[in-house]
């Protein structure tokens, strides 16, 4: 029995996030700050290349070990069955997407900056539960999951914490949209041949 690189882009993101935040950790303390926070509202560049890259970048930067446990704790569980089911390149582009819509609108509407993958967690979550969608169908888990995160997201929204509700609501919107726009086609099992 051998160990399997299963779910390569799902692996690699969760791999380069830990690696950017053992950097900042322990050897270049503002990495995270200037390459993997999108800057609020006012303070993006649009000159900068940087500014640009950040609007992707911040899905990499975590603020610490609880904040990148808690994101990759479910990218781990349901990316690899997205992975499977979408094929790696069309998650990886779901995910860029996802990444740049959340950058891009946190720097037009928000003053803070932005920064994890749970734009991302919320995408992937409205994404699985069309796992098993029938064309002419909207799956109930689709919309239990859409009231229940959603839902929750909204309610948590008018509370003042460092959470970024908006990033959850707009990852699970870009999850549903990538869901309704592409789904997955069935796959048919290969029966064993015949001995």
Not at 13 to 37: E, G, K, P
Request: proline share 5%; glycine share 8%.
């Amino acid at each position: 029995m051998r160990i399997k690189y299963n779910a390569p882009v799902v692996l690699t993101f969760a791999l380069l996030s830990a690696v950017v935040l053992l950097l900042n950790h322990f050897f270049l303390r503002t990495i995270t700050d200037n390459w993997f926070m999108v800057p609020g509202k006012g303070a993006f560049n649009r000159q900068s290349i940087h500014s640009w890259i950040t609007l992707v970048s911040h899905v990499i930067g975590h603020a610490d070990w609880n904040h990148l446990i808690n994101n990759f704790a479910l990218i781990l569980m349901i990316g690899p069955i997205l992975e499977v089911t979408y094929g790696s390149v069309s998650l990886f582009i779901m995910i860029f997407i996802t990444s740049f819509v959340t950058g891009a609108l946190n720097v037009i509407f928000f003053r803070t900056s932005l920064m994890g993958a749970s734009g991302v967690v919320f995408m992937m979550i409205l994404l699985a539960s069309f796992t098993n969608f029938r064309e002419g169908e909207v799956p109930l888990t689709f919309i239990l999951i859409l009231v229940l995160y959603l839902g929750r997201e909204l309610f948590n929204s008018f509370n003042s914490n460092n959470i970024s509700e908006f990033a959850h609501i707009v990852g699970g919107f870009c999850g549903s949209l990538f869901g309704f726009l592409n789904p997955p086609t069935p796959r048919v099992k290969k029966r064993p041949a015949p001995q």
